[in-house]
């Protein structure tokens, strides 16, 4: 069985080939009969507030059965989330590897998000605003440069230690654009291709007023049924794409009961799809994770890593 840990995954996996991966099995994600993917099991404690969750997946054609099991525990300086990914062979039933969950999460959330920007942002978009600034923030920033020619970044953060943060490594790595952090969160969406948020809020953190038509608005982080980062009445009003229509209405409300599939959204022309407002409404399914999975175990750099034997 070998061993994926965050640096592991982090070095393996080029973001552009994992976005052009990702839109490819998108496509034909309504073809993937194979792939059994139910609901996640999630448990609720109250003090403090804590979350537990697990989502199995398998598909015979990659012949890969994974589970990965998160825990997001709040108060004092606690609040991340963190998951382990195991990976087993559907034929044999035995161990592949064991991933951490955490890096896997953000990088195939990015990727699936940049994936569905692509289909819906002009060629030469060159704007983008990023609404948080944790780490998911920074891994939809490298999905979206590898995708897009951005070439200015303003960043708002309800911490404005953590946007000068995100600025700081983002000009680290992107010497000519420009990266600016702003004090609202008006100015941060205002005049943008692209708009990103990444934030934990229970409530909507920016309307579209200030939003121009042909902007494409990423939804990453929290949701549930009555809300999100953006009003539920405001999204109604626009093209919303979801990884899967039903469990995001499970999930994050009938606002979605009308919203289309990543293989849906893809037979649908790109130009006017670009002139319009388009929302992302990220929910995270067991589908993306063993998309990721299934790339990540392709990769022949994989093969030099060290394996560990359970039965030992």
Same mark, same amino acid.
């Given at each position: 069985?070998?061993?994926?840990?965050? =640096?592991?995954?982090? %070095?393996?996996?080029?973001?552009?080939? +994992?976005?052009?991966? &990702?839109?490819? !099995?998108?496509?034909?994600?309504?073809?993937? $009969?194979?792939?059994?993917?139910?609901?996640?099991?999630?448990? &609720? /404690?109250?003090?403090?507030?804590?979350?537990?969750?697990?989502?199995?997946?398998?598909?015979? @054609?990659?012949?890969? &059965?994974?589970? !990965?099991?998160?825990?997001?525990? $709040?108060?004092?300086?606690?609040?991340?989330?963190?998951?382990?990914?195991?990976?087993? @062979?559907?034929?044999?039933?035995?161990?592949?590897?064991?991933?951490?969950?955490?890096?896997?999460?953000?990088?195939?959330?990015?990727?699936?998000?940049?994936?569905?920007?692509?289909? @819906?942002?002009?060629? +030469?978009?060159?704007?983008?605003?990023?609404?948080?600034?944790?780490?998911?923030?920074?891994?939809?920033?490298?999905?979206?440069?590898?995708?897009?020619?951005?070439?200015?970044?303003?960043?708002?953060?309800? $911490?404005?230690?953590?946007?000068?943060?995100?600025?700081?490594?983002? +000009?680290?790595?992107?010497?000519?654009?420009?990266?600016?952090?702003?004090?609202?969160?008006?100015? @941060?969406?205002?005049?943008?291709?692209?708009?990103?948020?990444?934030?934990?809020?229970?409530?909507?953190?920016?309307?579209? %007023? !200030?939003?121009?038509?042909?902007?494409?608005?990423?939804?990453?982080? =929290?949701?549930?049924?009555?809300?999100?980062?953006?009003?539920?009445? *405001?999204?109604?009003?626009?093209?919303?794409?979801?990884?899967?229509?039903?469990?995001?209405?499970?999930?994050?409300?009938?606002?979605?009961? /009308?919203?289309?599939?990543?293989?849906?959204?893809?037979?649908?022309?790109?130009?006017?799809?670009?002139?319009?407002?388009?929302? &992302?409404?990220?929910?995270?399914?067991?589908?993306?994770?063993?998309?990721?999975?299934?790339?990540?175990?392709?990769?022949?750099?994989?093969?030099? +890593?060290?394996?560990?034997?359970? !039965? *030992?």
């Amino acid at each position: 069985m070998r061993v994926y840990t965050a =640096s592991v995954v982090e %070095q393996l996996i080029d973001i552009k080939r +994992l976005t052009q991966f &990702f839109q490819r !099995k998108m496509l034909h994600q309504l073809a993937v $009969t194979k792939s059994n993917v139910p609901k996640r099991t999630l448990i &609720f /404690k109250d003090k403090p507030f804590s979350v537990f969750g697990s989502m199995p997946a398998v598909d015979e @054609c990659s012949e890969l &059965f994974i589970v !990965k099991n998160a825990a997001l525990v $709040t108060g004092g300086n606690l609040s991340a989330i963190h998951a382990i990914t195991n990976v087993f @062979c559907t034929k044999t039933g035995v161990p592949l590897a064991l991933i951490d969950g955490d890096s896997m999460t953000g990088l195939r959330t990015a990727a699936a998000s940049a994936a569905i920007a692509m289909h @819906c942002t002009p060629e +030469l978009a060159d704007s983008l605003g990023i609404i948080g600034a944790g780490v998911q923030a920074e891994y939809q920033v490298h999905a979206i440069l590898s995708i897009r020619p951005i070439k200015q970044i303003s960043i708002y953060s309800r $911490t404005h230690a953590k946007a000068l943060k995100l600025r700081a490594v983002l +000009l680290a790595q992107y010497s000519d654009i420009v990266v600016d952090v702003v004090d609202n969160v008006s100015d @941060c969406v205002s005049n943008k291709k692209i708009v990103i948020t990444a934030t934990t809020s229970n409530e909507p953190v920016f309307s579209l %007023q !200030k939003v121009s038509p042909g902007t494409h608005i990423g939804l990453i982080g =929290s949701h549930s049924r009555v809300n999100r980062e953006l009003s539920h009445q *405001e999204m109604s009003q626009h093209t919303v794409v979801t990884e899967n229509r039903e469990f995001a209405i499970v999930e994050a409300g009938d606002v979605h009961s /009308k919203a289309i599939e990543p293989n849906e959204l893809f037979e649908m022309p790109h130009d006017d799809l670009a002139s319009k407002i388009s929302i &992302f409404s990220s929910i995270g399914t067991a589908l993306m994770d063993l998309y990721f999975v299934e790339y990540l175990l392709s990769l022949e750099e994989t093969s030099n +890593l060290n394996c560990i034997n359970l !039965k *030992e």
